[in-house]
């Protein structure tokens, strides 16, 4: 049997994807978002994961999406297609949180990829850069919609046009990356944070990243009576007497629903 192009693990109540083509750099192919889409909704529906950690090689989380697949494509075969919908806007629909975990290259592709995930955390030796206008084409996967967001018109425009790399440095200092670690401890920091998540009661972890998202994607007054709605219908929860009753017990909380 050949080698899977997304490797899966699961750790605890943590399920770890790796991207598994390393001498393309981990090119996104359609084949490999394909193989990615099918192993999150697999670890979405399953009652033992509670968070989900997405990283590729040492080198590269991904070098972007399959450059020598989409050379000779016409307009027609992408716009009929719909390149770019399909399986790899189906990511956006996973309930649980998923946490990039990046290393090296996330060009194109692999930047817009982290970004559809809900954390990125960063090795000192990760790149991050949308360069795709030095094929004379524009990001597709969200490089011009959420960069922007998380970074700042500036910033976006000067990675979209001049298609220069930032270090993990300054993708933390502007916004896109929640932490950065040294290399050689990015995975298990990234699965710690995983496993801390997967700790908490299921229901809260899920309404507080659709209010996030809701947030970030609709406005303000929307958004607070989003979030005050999704806390409401918590106190329907066993977890929240549980959470609120351990507290006021000074003991850890047991939750039933993760
Ligand atoms: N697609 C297909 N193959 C790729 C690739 C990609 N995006 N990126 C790297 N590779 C392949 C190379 O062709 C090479 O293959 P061979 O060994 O068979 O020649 C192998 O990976 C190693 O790459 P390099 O020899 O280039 O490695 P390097 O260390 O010299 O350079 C790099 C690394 C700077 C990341 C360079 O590979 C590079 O610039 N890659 C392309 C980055 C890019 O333009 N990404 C955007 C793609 S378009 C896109 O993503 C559209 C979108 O919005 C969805």
Not at 92 to 116: D, F, H, Q, T, W
Not at 142 to 157: C, D, E, F
Not at 176 to 189: C, D, F, G, I, Q
Request: contains cysteine.
């Amino acid at each position: 049997m050949s080698e899977p192009l997304v490797k899966t693990e699961v750790r605890g109540r943590v399920g770890l994807l790796t991207l598994n083509r390393p001498k393309a750099l981990n090119a996104l192919s359609n084949e490999v978002i394909d193989e990615l889409a099918q192993a999150m909704r697999g670890f979405d529906a399953d009652e033992n994961i509670g968070a989900m950690v997405l990283t590729g090689s040492e080198k590269a989380f991904a070098a972007g999406a399959d450059i020598g697949a989409m050379q000779g494509w016409t307009f027609m075969d992408v716009y009929k297609k719909d390149y770019l919908g399909g399986n790899w806007e189906s990511l956006k629909r996973i309930r649980k949180p998923v946490i990039a975990a990046v290393s090296g290259y996330a060009l194109g592709g692999g930047c817009e990829l982290a970004m559809a995930c809900d954390i990125i955390i960063a090795a000192d030796n990760a790149r991050f850069g949308q360069p795709e206008i030095k094929l004379g084409v524009i990001p597709g996967f969200g490089g011009t919609q959420r960069l922007p967001r998380a970074v700042s018109k500036a910033k976006a425009m000067d990675l979209v046009l001049t298609a220069r790399m930032m270090d993990a440095e300054e993708a933390e200092r502007a916004g896109l990356v929640s932490r950065v670690v040294p290399a050689s401890r990015l995975m298990e920091e990234a699965l710690d944070a995983a496993a801390t998540i997967a700790s908490m009661s299921l229901p809260s972890v899920i309404m507080a990243k659709e209010c996030i998202n809701q947030s970030y994607e609709g406005s303000l007054s929307d958004g607070m009576m989003y979030e005050r709605r999704n806390f409401h219908a918590l106190f329907s929860t066993e977890d929240q007497k549980e959470g609120m009753a351990a507290f006021m017990d000074k003991r850890k909380p047991e939750f039933k629903h993760r």
